[in-house]
């Protein structure tokens, strides 16, 4: 009884063995990651309350709205417009690969996930400081705001591109991986331009005094407007047309751009002359 007792009590949790053993280089990944999602729960709890309670106070100084014009707005729908962001998003799938890349740093396809999402949340870095930075208005009595903003545009980043820089040597990337990395931008460029679409028809509601795009919440990114593509307010139809196709070209080639712009700052392997699908079998290339 006594040894069954010790073999039970010398059994350890896989998982915690794991951490342990980790080489310091992939415990400080883990606790990026850990640290990063757990202030993005914090930041996503804060938006959710302060999102409502904005629109709370706005109906209940107008309740006019609600009350005579049956206007009843929706708390889901308020909470979740905060979430779903190209930001947030590759926040989120950040701070998930960071966290779980270290138990399963040996897999490629891993590998090829995380290095992924460094490239998503570089685009997250390069959008913001180029196109919305100098849009954003830093308010005394918003300081909270702008602490989400630096959090999110740039501390997360930084941490990203020195976690990468950390495992450089450790990781190998397919060119088909790098270039298949387009295909999330491309979903998320289709999914705006469905939004867009479907939610248009409001911009024929409002007056020439306010901007219907803003009002009516029709953009997800103010560059991201089809009708005026990246701030273009002339309305020549040649030029939209143009410029929207700008955009789509910068959706397919950014992230494999971006991609290869990684491997060779951080020299990083890719295979060629793949012969299986066995990670081992497999010719390198610096």
Not at 135 to 140: E, L, V
Not at 156 to 175: C, E, N, V, W, Y
Not at 237 to 243: A, T
Not at 259 to 281: E, L
Request: aromatic share 18%; charged share 15%; proline share 3%.
């Amino acid at each position: 009884m006594k040894n069954e007792k010790q073999k039970t009590n010398n059994k350890r949790i896989p998982i915690i063995t794991s951490i342990k053993e980790f080489e310091k280089r992939y415990k400080a990944i883990f606790i990026f990651g850990v640290c990063i999602l757990l202030i993005l729960l914090a930041i996503q709890i804060y938006n959710f309350n302060s999102s409502v309670k904005k629109a709370y106070e706005y109906f209940k100084k107008n309740p006019d709205l609600i009350n005579n014009y049956e206007y009843h707005p929706s708390v889901l729908s308020i909470i979740w417009r905060r979430t779903m962001s190209f930001t947030m998003i590759s926040n989120w799938i950040l701070a998930i690969s960071l966290t779980i890349f270290p138990f399963f740093r040996k897999s490629q396809r891993m590998q090829a996930l995380f290095f992924a999402t460094v490239v998503f949340i570089t685009i997250t870095f390069i959008i913001y400081w180029s196109l919305i930075s100098w849009t954003f208005k830093w308010r005394k009595n918003e300081l909270d705001s702008g602490f989400i903003n630096l959090f999110t545009h740039a501390i997360t980043p930084i941490f990203a591109f020195i976690s990468l820089g950390m495992i450089r040597k450790d990781i190998t990337i397919k060119h088909s991986q790098i270039w298949l990395t387009n295909t999330f931008v491309l979903g998320y460029f289709t999914y705006a331009l469905i939004a867009f679409l479907i939610g248009q028809r409001f911009a024929n509601l409002a007056n020439s005094t306010i901007d219907p795009y803003s009002v009516f919440d029709i953009t997800i990114y103010k560059f991201l407007n089809f009708k005026k593509p990246l701030f273009y307010n002339g309305g020549k139809i040649g030029i939209v047309i143009f410029l929207d196709i700008i955009m789509f070209l910068i959706a397919f080639f950014l992230t494999p751009s971006l991609g290869y712009m990684w491997k060779g700052i951080f020299r990083i392997k890719t295979f060629s002359n793949i012969q299986n699908d066995d990670d081992n079998n497999v010719k390198v290339n610096f």
